[in-house]
């Protein structure tokens, strides 16, 4: 890893623990702000948090090492799409370019046209929101490594409880007929499918302990609306001996910017 590269990653970890920090203890200071600022300032931090991007800036010729605690991910499928201003106005807006992770969690890529690509792995689980620039000319990095995914929950039983918020000071109330998927993280194969209840908690009957996503997708208000679901996805690792007995209780956020996202709430509110 050159020297830069590992002030991108430092510098993206540093950004990230920030803003996750600022949306989880944004509830708890929230209590003391007008609810109208508190929302204001709510929906502030999900659309900023979904603008944040790790820039690369590359060769035509680059590999992208995907490990997970220090292990190789083998088998993942990398997609580079077009995106944003191209390097040469000349060069047509091409088809995204695609290399599949090796025994030793590398994906090569060759010969990329030059412009701004946006990675991501299959179905988008979890890859980390990365913005890569391919530069046909001048000393540019010819690997880039990433952590991924970025922080897996451990817990023992995958149960939990969803909430969301409501207008002004009134308490948070169950989100009833949320559908609850669990999916393998690699493959991304949903292996359960199950809804939460008058309470807003839901369980899954897995108990193979290994890394997977729990995806969250809220009841839908307007369907007559035919769109795409919106979802939020949670990465957790079933451990039998992980400290956290099952999934934390968690706020259910929307907005038109940043889409579903989960919020665990404090446990001394």
């Known amino acids: 890893m050159t020297p830069g590269n590992l002030m991108i990653i430092v510098r993206s970890s540093l950004i990230r623990l920030a803003v996750a920090a600022a949306i989880v203890c944004g509830c708890s200071s929230a209590q003391d702000q007008d609810p109208n600022d508190a929302q204001a300032k709510q929906k502030w931090l999900l659309c900023d948090y979904d603008?944040?991007?790790?820039?690369?800036?590359?060769g035509s010729d680059f590999s992208l090492n995907l490990s997970f605690r220090q292990a190789p991910l083998p088998g993942i499928r990398v997609v580079l799409t077009p995106g944003g201003e191209l390097a040469d106005v000349s060069v047509r807006r091409g088809a995204p370019v695609i290399a599949v992770t090796d025994s030793?969690?590398?994906?090569?890529?060759?010969a990329v046209p030059p412009g701004k690509y946006y990675a991501a792995a299959k179905n988008g689980l979890f890859f980390p929101s990365n913005e890569?620039?391919?530069?046909?000319?001048?000393?540019f990095d010819t690997e880039v490594e990433i952590e991924w995914p970025l922080v897996p929950l451990p817990v023992r039983v995958l149960r939990g409880k969803l909430v969301e918020p409501r207008e002004g000071a009134e308490e948070d109330r169950p989100v009833q007929s949320a559908t609850a998927q669990l999916?393998?993280?690699r493959s991304s194969r949903v292996i359960e499918t199950t809804g939460t209840i008058s309470d807003g908690?839901?369980?899954?009957?897995t108990t193979e302990p290994g890394l997977y996503v729990v995806r969250i997708i809220p009841p839908d208000k307007e369907k007559d609306k035919k769109t795409e679901a919106a979802s939020g996805d949670l990465v957790v690792e079933l451990d039998p001996v992980a400290q956290e007995p099952t999934i934390p209780e968690m706020r259910v956020l929307q907005s038109d910017c940043a889409g579903v996202?989960?919020?665990k709430i404090a446990e001394d509110r």
Do not use: N
């Open 51 to 58: 603008r944040i991007f790790t820039p690369y800036d590359v």
């Open 104 to 110: 030793t969690g590398t994906a090569h890529f060759l």
């Open 132 to 139: 890569v620039t391919v530069h046909t000319d001048g000393d």
């Open 183 to 185: 999916v393998d993280l």
């Open 201 to 205: 908690s839901y369980e899954f009957s």
């Open 261 to 263: 996202q989960l919020e």
